[in-house]
């Protein structure tokens, strides 16, 4: 025989477990669930739903729970801020559903707690180093160009967009060769940068190209292949473009 | 009502059993030699349809070739050890179509002696808040691997004035490891013994802070030899909710100072 008691099934739950009854009066909460509360709380079975809330979200959680209890409705996984017994702040993703009596009628709610605190964190973190990079990037006062390891424009940022009169928009998922053609290169002994080259190594160029009004520009060109730093793969390739001034 | 294991039917109050099976989480319970001998409604839902029940059943059955090996291992040393298992992360094949990633938290079943006999999981899909987090991570390392690519030495200042990024290139030109400039106040590590923004105004961090400037100036590298060079800075403005987060900085070498 494995279980005995309600109580201690519950208690065994890998994740919290708590259940009230159609009033919002919490009626059973297992060990995982008590202990996501300060210890001033309390003994949290007896005490109403909306106790453990936030002060300024207590009336609208009580309305909320009371007139989910008045027809069966859609019950969504719903996210909690909450302080919790080890004095942290800690969200919780709250996943419910409907407890019935014997004649189907709504008797209350069960509700399973995942602490995703940890998850939530690194998605941030993961969401913020992302956000600073970009910005990075976006900010450098130089014309930088991404392409992917096929060609295709994948980044432009807005010094670049100032620079040749293209926006960002009009310039990702174009060939870098058909959105900016080279018109020649300013040292007929060195051999014609192209993409292929640059996906190999880091080359410098002096080009001659258009812009968008037609207008001819000397520009410096620097690329450099991407490498991916997990694995080393070439991904694409990242040029600065910088000019020199209007070319004759 | 779905006909649970006797396992536990024989073991549990009726009501027990309903309410297991009502819980909104997917729930399983699994014996000693791993077979699933109960599995509560919202897990049945996941089952793709046509693959009988999950009773029976083992659960790395569900799962890609690659991982069941694993799994199954692992439940047997858990079984083995008493200890109590971890958090995980399983592909498992469900009726929403295709493997889904969920996120398994499970506990122990033990006998009166505390030996384990099984172990009761509850499973939460976890696929699109790991998905993304996979895009979150993808795009930091394809925007790390551009910076780390630029052929131009960049360094990265926090608002403070702090160096936070140091790409190869720059280190390359002033001959620090990124790892001794990181950390390090910018004006103290590599100091600047003249410079001059083109529209005459000497440059300081805090100058870089409010606003782009492009000029030239002297600084030293690494070896105190001194560079000549022409600087580019511009402040990061934070793209959400426009705040100046640091300073990005371009450098070029201009000629060797004599």
Known sequence: ?248 | MYPVSALISEALDPAIVALLDELPMAYVELNSEGMIVFANRAARALQPPGNGDLVGKYPWQQMPADEQENSCAEYFLAMETGEDPPVIHRSLYTSAGGFRTHEVRRSLIRDEQGKPTGMRAVTLDVTEAQMAHEEASNARLWLESILNSLAEAVIVTDALGFIRNVNPAAEKFFGWPASELSGQLIEKRIPMLAFRTRSGKTLSFHMALNGPCIGDGTVLDRARDLLKVEISASPIIDKENGSTLGVVSVWRKIEPVP
């Open chain 1, 1 to 248: 025989m494995i279980f005995q008691d309600p109580q201690e099934t519950l208690d065994n739950l890998p994740v919290a477990y708590l259940e009230a009854n159609v009033h919002g009066v919490i009626v059973r909460a297992n060990r995982l669930r008590r202990a996501l509360h300060p210890l001033e709380v309390g003994e949290i079975v007896g005490k109403f739903l909306w106790d453990l809330v936030p002060a300024g979200d207590r009336e609208s959680s009580r309305v909320e729970y009371l007139e989910s209890m008045q027809a069966v409705g859609p019950m969504p996984v719903i996210r909690r801020s909450i302080y919790s017994g080890d004095g942290r702040f800690h969200i919780l993703e709250i996943h419910r559903s409907y407890i019935f009596d014997e004649n189907g009628t709504i008797a209350g709610m069960h509700s399973m707690t995942i602490d995703i605190t940890e998850t939530e964190r690194a998605h941030q973190e993961a969401h913020r180093a992302q956000q600073w990079l970009e910005s990075i990037v976006d900010s450098i006062l130089e014309a930088v160009i991404v392409t992917d390891a096929l060609g295709f424009v994948r980044s432009v940022n807005p010094a670049a967009e100032q620079l040749f009169g293209y926006t960002a928009a009009e310039l990702t998922g174009k060939p870098i060769e058909k959105g900016l053609p080279i018109l020649c290169f300013a040292d007929a002994n060195v051999a014609p940068l192209n993409f292929s080259m640059a996906l190999d190594k880091s080359t410098k160029a002096v080009a001659t190209m258009l812009n968008r009004e037609r207008q001819p520009m000397k520009i410096e060109i620097s690329t450099s292949p991407i490498i991916d730093k997990e694995h080393g793969y070439t991904v694409g390739v990242v040029s600065v473009w910088r000019e020199l001034g209007a070319a004759a």
